[in-house]
């Protein structure tokens, strides 16, 4: 490797941070690009299997659901099918021990789903003399137990909450899940009907029947949907118990409606107010309460169970539904991070293909910065992007020496020009008279002036001068423009003024005839406004004339502040006017007259705000000595001006009249 050629990696001989580095921010992107787009059409991708997915698991679970209620509602209807056939064979067979337990037997052995059966006749129902008739028969491993109602523990049976209940509706019902030592502690449900007599249904009842149902025969008839992990089965009873149930508080909580207010499960209502309507549903919901699944969104279906009062409710998570889903998402993007890994890997292998020649190009350009302008500059030769821009480098370079040559003449002729501005700015205030006075009669006159141009030279004058009989003579202008021309227009103008103010005549005779000479030959069309005026020492007679220029102010010794109404013409070097009126008037001693160029009033502050008359008034003090007149007024705009550019030249001119003459 020469001296010359720069290390892999770096500019101008130094290494480039990793961070800022061409290569890593093209690996940076290109993961960062593969990462999004494989994001995305992950995205994609799940989206649109989960709603299907949701669709067919909701599908598939109104299927399951039908199927459960529908084998439930089989069994429910043949045990009610089996009570109503026993309820109507005990009825006439009437009182006859024998036949009412075969009846009972064979009721037994006829359907499976019964685990015991039940007939009780009230004495005295069917004769004076009738003694009754109880009798209970139930299913023990592979043979039967028969006993009286007495020998399960009921002394007297026509005072249980059953038995009244059925012999007091006359109706059919289903009794709640129980369990005591005559169902050996196992839970039942029990199918219960009123006895009659054969064709006196209208006369009361004599008795009742009831068959005993066990609970795990239910479940039984759930078959693998009681045990399938994730789903939730739900059987109620007519009087909205949860008879099989997953979750020990809905099982032994009592009705749902009770069970939904002492869990907080409020996601409940809806199911809730179908079971009382014996409607079917389905919905989606989210588990409300405080249990460790709160949050879990469920879809759920309910049927009832044919005309029996039971229903049937199906529930399952959706994390359930989405597991295989997120599983296969999961492995796909473990696939294409691998494969997003491997792209970054052979990115980064064939990197130094594309970085390698821009770091070239950004090595010669550090030293382009320099003002190594002859450093070798590589890969101009070739045909792809990188050539193109290594020849737009070399057209730069020789473009920039040859501008350098142009700058560095341009700044040698800046510097003569500034130079020479800053001669004619010394000359242009050599023109103006300094601060004096003028003493007279008793009298004397001080004055004091200052010019503060907006360019190097500018465009405003005063001028100041005694002549004969104790006159004082002065004059103001502002010339259009600013700048070189401004300002040799400004010397030509207060040549003429002076020499037509030195021939005796008035402030408009002296107007007049400056008028007349800059008006001739002024192909340029510059023009100046101009005040000028006479002051008699003596009298304090004053006489001022105006062509086009700003009203001077006048500042009584008493403080009173007043613009002088002194009329005006067109301004100088366009057009002679044909009169150029006077105004006439007197300074009293400690009076003051100032006078003053647009640059004043017209100062703008950075909102474009003009200084203005009133602010100009305001900022004098009819006490101040000239000096000091035009020094807190010229401190007063710039104050006001702020950060805003200086529009115009300002000058200001003050006079100052007082009696005493001193030796």
């Given at each position: 490797?020469?001296d010359?050629q720069?290390r892999?990696?770096?500019?101008g001989?130094?290494?480039?941070?990793?961070?800022?580095?061409?290569?890593?921010?093209?690996?940076?992107?290109?993961?960062?690009?593969?990462?999004?787009?494989?994001?995305a059409?992950a995205?994609v991708?799940?989206?649109?299997?989960r709603?299907?997915?949701?669709?067919?698991?909701q599908?598939e679970?109104r299927g399951?659901?039908?199927?459960?209620?529908?084998?439930?509602e089989?069994t429910?209807?043949?045990?009610?099918?089996?009570?109503?056939?026993?309820?109507?064979?005990a009825?006439?067979?009437?009182?006859?021990?024998?036949?009412?337990?075969?009846?009972?037997?064979?009721?037994?052995?006829?359907?499976?789903?019964?685990?015991?059966?039940m007939?009780?006749?009230?004495?005295?129902r069917?004769g004076?003399?009738?003694p009754?008739?109880?009798?209970?028969?139930?299913r023990?491993?592979?043979g039967l137990?028969?006993?009286t109602?007495?020998?399960l523990?009921?002394?007297?049976?026509r005072?249980?909450?059953w038995?009244?209940?059925?012999?007091?509706?006359?109706?059919?019902?289903?009794s709640?899940?129980?369990?005591?030592?005559?169902t050996?502690?196992?839970w039942?449900?029990?199918?219960?009907?009123?006895?009659f007599?054969?064709?006196g249904?209208?006369?009361?009842?004599i008795?009742?029947?009831?068959?005993d149902?066990?609970?795990?025969r239910?479940?039984?008839?759930?078959?693998?949907?009681?045990d399938?992990?994730?789903?939730?089965?739900?059987?109620?009873?007519p009087?909205?118990?949860?008879?099989?149930?997953?979750?020990?508080p809905f099982?032994?909580?009592?009705?749902?409606?009770?069970?939904i207010?002492?869990?907080?499960?409020?996601d409940?209502a809806?199911?809730?107010?179908?079971l009382?309507?014996?409607l079917?549903?389905?919905f989606?919901?989210?588990?409300?309460?405080?249990?460790?699944?709160?949050?879990?969104?469920h879809h759920?279906?309910?049927?009832?169970v044919?005309e029996?009062?039971?229903s049937?409710?199906?529930s399952v998570?959706?994390?359930?539904?989405?597991?295989?889903l997120?599983?296969?998402?999961?492995?796909g993007?473990?696939?294409?991070?691998?494969g997003?890994?491997?792209?970054?890997?052979?990115?980064r292998?064939?990197?130094g293909l594309?970085?390698?020649?821009?770091e070239?190009?950004?090595?010669?350009a550090?030293?382009?910065a320099?003002g190594?302008?002859d450093?070798?500059?590589?890969?101009?030769?070739?045909?792809?992007?990188?050539?193109?821009m290594a020849?737009?480098?070399?057209?730069?370079?020789?473009?920039?020496k040859?501008?350098?040559?142009?700058?560095a003449?341009?700044?040698?002729?800046?510097s003569?020009?500034e130079s020479e501005?800053?001669?004619?700015r010394?000359?242009?205030?050599?023109?103006l008279?300094g601060?004096?006075?003028?003493r007279?009669?008793?009298?004397r006159?001080?004055?004091?002036?200052?010019?503060?141009?907006?360019?190097?030279?500018?465009?405003?004058?005063?001028?100041?001068?005694e002549?004969e009989g104790?006159?004082?003579w002065?004059?103001?202008?502002d010339?259009s423009?600013?700048?070189?021309?401004?300002?040799?227009f400004?010397?030509r103008?207060?040549?003429?003024?002076?020499?037509?103010a030195?021939?005796?005549?008035?402030?408009g005779?002296?107007?007049?005839?400056?008028?007349?000479?800059l008006?001739?030959?002024?192909?340029?069309?510059?023009?100046?406004?101009?005040?000028?005026?006479?002051?008699?020492?003596?009298?304090?007679?004053?006489?001022?004339?105006?062509a086009g220029?700003?009203?001077?102010?006048?500042?009584?010794?008493?403080?009173?502040?007043e613009?002088?109404?002194?009329?005006?013409?067109?301004p100088?070097?366009?057009?002679v006017?044909?009169?150029?009126?006077p105004?006439?008037?007197?300074?009293?001693?400690?009076?003051?007259l100032?006078?003053?160029t647009?640059?004043?009033t017209e100062?703008?502050?950075?909102?474009?705000?003009?200084?203005?008359e009133?602010?100009l008034?305001?900022?004098?003090a009819p006490?101040?000595?000239?000096?000091?007149?035009?020094h807190?007024l010229?401190?007063?705009?710039?104050?006001?001006?702020?950060?805003a550019?200086?529009s115009?030249?300002?000058?200001?001119?003050?006079l100052r009249?007082?009696?005493?003459?001193?030796?």
């Amino acid at each position: 490797m020469t001296d010359q050629q720069p290390r892999r990696g770096s500019v101008g001989g130094r290494q480039v941070p990793w961070r800022r580095s061409l290569r890593t921010r093209l690996l940076l992107w290109s993961s960062l690009t593969s990462v999004l787009l494989l994001a995305a059409v992950a995205a994609v991708f799940y989206l649109a299997l989960r709603g299907v997915l949701i669709a067919n698991t909701q599908a598939e679970m109104r299927g399951l659901a039908q199927q459960a209620a529908g084998g439930l509602e089989a069994t429910l209807d043949s045990v009610q099918v089996s009570g109503r056939t026993l309820a109507g064979a005990a009825s006439g067979l009437g009182r006859q021990p024998l036949n009412l337990r075969a009846l009972l037997e064979a009721t037994l052995a006829a359907d499976p789903d019964i685990a015991g059966v039940m007939v009780a006749m009230e004495p005295g129902r069917l004769g004076d003399d009738d003694p009754g008739f109880d009798w209970y028969v139930r299913r023990e491993g592979l043979g039967l137990v028969n006993t009286t109602l007495q020998g399960l523990g009921y002394d007297d049976y026509r005072v249980m909450p059953w038995y009244t209940r059925t012999v007091g509706t006359a109706l059919p019902w289903w009794s709640e899940p129980y369990r005591n030592d005559a169902t050996g502690g196992e839970w039942f449900v029990t199918y219960n009907l009123p006895l009659f007599r054969p064709g006196g249904e209208g006369m009361g009842a004599i008795g009742m029947v009831s068959l005993d149902v066990p609970v795990k025969r239910l479940r039984g008839q759930l078959g693998q949907l009681v045990d399938a992990p994730g789903l939730v089965p739900m059987l109620f009873s007519p009087e909205f118990r949860a008879v099989v149930h997953p979750e020990a508080p809905f099982r032994d909580g009592g009705p749902l409606p009770k069970v939904i207010e002492s869990t907080g499960r409020h996601d409940l209502a809806p199911l809730a107010d179908a079971l009382r309507r014996r409607l079917p549903l389905e919905f989606q919901h989210t588990l409300a309460g405080n249990g460790p699944r709160a949050g879990e969104r469920h879809h759920s279906f309910m049927l009832p169970v044919g005309e029996t009062g039971w229903s049937f409710a199906l529930s399952v998570p959706e994390h359930v539904i989405l597991a295989q889903l997120n599983a296969v998402t999961l492995w796909g993007l473990g696939g294409g991070l691998l494969g997003v890994v491997l792209c970054v890997w052979a990115v980064r292998r064939h990197s130094g293909l594309i970085a390698k020649p821009i770091e070239d190009l950004t090595d010669a350009a550090h030293h382009f910065a320099r003002g190594e302008f002859d450093y070798p500059l590589r890969h101009v030769e070739r045909e792809d992007e990188v050539g193109v821009m290594a020849r737009a480098f070399d057209t730069a370079r020789g473009s920039i020496k040859r501008q350098l040559v142009e700058i560095a003449e341009m700044g040698a002729a800046r510097s003569r020009l500034e130079s020479e501005l800053g001669i004619a700015r010394d000359i242009q205030l050599a023109l103006l008279p300094g601060p004096g006075e003028l003493r007279g009669g008793g009298f004397r006159v001080a004055w004091h002036g200052l010019l503060d141009p907006a360019k190097e030279v500018g465009g405003d004058f005063y001028t100041v001068f005694e002549r004969e009989g104790g006159v004082l003579w002065f004059a103001i202008g502002d010339v259009s423009d600013k700048g070189v021309p401004a300002a040799l227009f400004m010397a030509r103008t207060v040549t003429v003024l002076e020499v037509a103010a030195q021939a005796g005549g008035s402030p408009g005779s002296a107007l007049r005839a400056a008028a007349q000479h800059l008006a001739e030959g002024n192909d340029t069309c510059m023009f100046a406004t101009v005040l000028c005026g006479v002051l008699d020492l003596r009298t304090g007679q004053l006489v001022l004339a105006s062509a086009g220029h700003e009203p001077p102010v006048h500042l009584h010794a008493d403080g009173r502040r007043e613009l002088l109404p002194v009329p005006t013409t067109g301004p100088l070097g366009i057009d002679v006017a044909d009169d150029y009126p006077p105004w006439r008037g007197r300074l009293a001693p400690g009076d003051t007259l100032l006078l003053y160029t647009d640059g004043v009033t017209e100062a703008f502050d950075p909102a474009n705000r003009a200084f203005g008359e009133a602010r100009l008034l305001q900022a004098l003090a009819p006490g101040d000595e000239p000096a000091a007149l035009c020094h807190r007024l010229h401190a007063a705009v710039q104050s006001f001006a702020g950060e805003a550019p200086q529009s115009d030249d300002i000058t200001l001119l003050a006079l100052r009249y007082e009696a005493g003459e001193s030796a």
